[in-house]
């Protein structure tokens, strides 16, 4: 019966519209200026609509937005340091 009231209700396509849309700054990896004016426009739209749809299973997208305005910030020419040879994983210590 659950089931075929989510087949029928509309909810798979509603999820993948939001998916769909959550795929678009993927596409302007070219130019920074447009991916973070895009990214930050969709992620503020995604925290909206998956508090709006949280009934719907729409919240499933609530990360994905956070990692979008993560993204923003990310510079792709900065790469982290290695660290130093001879420190053992747990960390080093000076002394």
Do not use: K
């Not at 519209?17 to 995604?46: D, E, K, N, Q």
């Not at 609530?62 to 979008?68: E, R, Y």
């Amino acid at each position: 019966m659950l089931i075929v009231w989510f087949a029928g209700s509309g909810i798979p396509a509603l999820a993948f519209a939001t998916a769909a849309v959550v795929s678009v700054p993927l596409l302007l990896h070219a130019r920074p200026s447009g991916f973070v004016y895009v990214a930050s426009t969709i992620a503020a739209l995604l925290v909206l609509w998956s508090f709006i749809g949280a009934m719907a299973g729409m919240l499933l997208f609530f990360p994905s937005a956070l990692q979008l305005l993560l993204a923003t910030g990310a510079d792709p020419r900065e790469r982290p340091t290695a660290a130093p040879r001879g420190c053992p994983a747990s960390g080093c210590t000076a002394g």
